[in-house]
């Protein structure tokens, strides 16, 4: 075996074991998502959505670039430039559809920029490797090397990101109902968002309930774009929670709606309780912080 290419296999593992590295990063980063999302009755954003697809689309090219490097495949060379181009492209679009908000992120995506540079030099050395005929030809046994990883690469993704859990504890956070059996609908209802709790729940119990279970779909959205008035903090002994508004006159719609909804939901369930509102009601923008007196 040619000595000088010792480096390039070694080089290959390492990106190999990055790419599944990247994708159990974003597996986690999912995760967390969809926890804070059932903690503060907000959806994830947009912007983090295409995020993350992107860094796992950009992972899943790396791991798989270098299983072709591994076994020094031709095949390398497009796929280190298609790997190249994507992480290219979550910097150019990182710009300005997710911009650093603070010093942790000015490091992260500092790391992320390096880390794309090196992998940009390295694609360089591959292409001359393949220009050179120093790697081994579109047909080589050892090539099929390259969608055994990728198919692995796939099942690792699909397992841990799209993969949907059978028990109901996690329909929650997946935003579904899955497959369960519905409870009876509880005669005596409230209508009372807390910090990590439903907007709806059980005035007999306090348990939750998932509205959508019961009450008509466009009863459901109204109820949905109702709560997204209430806020919930992210320090679980503080439980800071409060409901925000751009002024007055916009939290009395806001009551007023809450009040129409209630009365739907009497004719649902049969006896419906609220609106409860925390004590903490502040004016202004998403970045308000104090609280109106």
Same mark, same amino acid.
């Given at each position: 075996?040619?000595? /000088?290419?010792?480096?390039?296999?070694?080089?290959?593992?390492?990106?190999?074991?990055?790419?599944?590295?990247?994708?159990?990063? @974003?597996?986690?980063?999912?995760? @967390?998502?969809?926890?804070?999302?059932?903690?503060?009755?907000?959806?994830?954003?947009?912007?983090?959505?295409?995020?993350?697809?992107? !860094?796992?689309?950009?992972?899943?090219?790396?791991?798989?670039?270098?299983?072709?490097?591994?076994?020094?495949?031709?095949?390398?060379?497009?796929?280190?430039?298609?790997?190249?181009?994507?992480?290219?492209?979550?910097?150019?679009?990182?710009?300005?559809?997710?911009?650093?908000?603070?010093?942790?992120?000015?490091?992260?995506?500092?790391?992320?920029?390096?880390?794309?540079?090196?992998?940009?030099?390295?694609?360089?050395?591959?292409?001359?490797?393949?220009?050179?005929?120093?790697?081994?030809?579109?047909?080589?046994?050892?090539? !099929?090397?390259?969608? !055994?990883? +990728?198919?692995?690469?796939?099942?690792?993704?699909?397992?841990? !990101?799209?993969?949907?859990?059978?028990?109901?504890?996690?329909?929650?956070?997946?935003?579904?109902?899955?497959?369960?059996? &519905?409870?009876? +609908?509880? /005669?005596?209802?409230?209508?009372?968002?807390?910090?990590?709790?439903?907007?709806?729940?059980?005035?007999?119990?306090?348990?939750? &309930?998932?509205?959508?279970?019961?009450?008509?779909? *466009?009863?459901?959205?109204?109820?949905?774009?109702?709560?997204?008035?209430?806020?919930?903090?992210?320090?679980?002994?503080? %439980?800071?929670?409060? /409901? %925000?508004?751009?002024?007055?006159?916009? *939290? +009395?719609?806001?009551?007023?709606?809450?009040?129409?909804?209630? +009365?739907?939901?009497?004719?649902?369930?049969?006896?419906?309780?609220?609106?409860?509102?925390?004590?903490?009601?502040?004016?202004?923008?998403?970045?308000?912080?104090?609280?109106?007196?």
């Amino acid at each position: 075996m040619d000595a /000088a290419l010792i480096l390039p296999r070694i080089v290959g593992v390492f990106y190999l074991l990055s790419g599944f590295a990247g994708l159990h990063v @974003m597996a986690m980063d999912s995760l @967390m998502d969809k926890m804070l999302a059932a903690l503060t009755l907000k959806p994830t954003p947009r912007a983090e959505f295409i995020r993350r697809w992107m !860094l796992v689309s950009g992972s899943y090219a790396v791991g798989i670039s270098g299983a072709a490097l591994m076994v020094l495949s031709v095949w390398a060379v497009p796929l280190f430039l298609i790997a190249s181009a994507l992480q290219l492209g979550w910097l150019i679009w990182a710009h300005k559809g997710y911009p650093v908000t603070d010093e942790a992120d000015t490091k992260g995506r500092s790391h992320t920029t390096n880390a794309a540079v090196i992998y940009s030099v390295m694609t360089a050395l591959v292409v001359s490797l393949g220009i050179s005929g120093r790697l081994q030809d579109w047909l080589d046994p050892w090539a !099929l090397f390259i969608p !055994l990883v +990728a198919a692995l690469l796939g099942l690792f993704g699909f397992r841990h !990101l799209l993969w949907k859990a059978k028990s109901p504890a996690w329909d929650h956070f997946d935003g579904q109902a899955g497959e369960r059996e &519905i409870p009876p +609908a509880p /005669a005596r209802v409230r209508l009372a968002p807390s910090w990590g709790g439903y907007p709806l729940r059980n005035a007999d119990t306090d348990d939750g &309930i998932i509205f959508d279970d019961y009450v008509p779909h *466009e009863l459901g959205d109204r109820l949905y774009e109702w709560s997204q008035a209430f806020h919930a903090g992210e320090d679980y002994d503080r %439980q800071e929670y409060w /409901a %925000q508004f751009a002024d007055a006159d916009a *939290e +009395a719609a806001h009551r007023a709606e809450g009040a129409a909804i209630v +009365a739907a939901l009497g004719a649902v369930f049969g006896e419906a309780e609220g609106p409860i509102y925390p004590a903490d009601i502040r004016y202004g923008g998403d970045e308000s912080t104090a609280p109106e007196t």
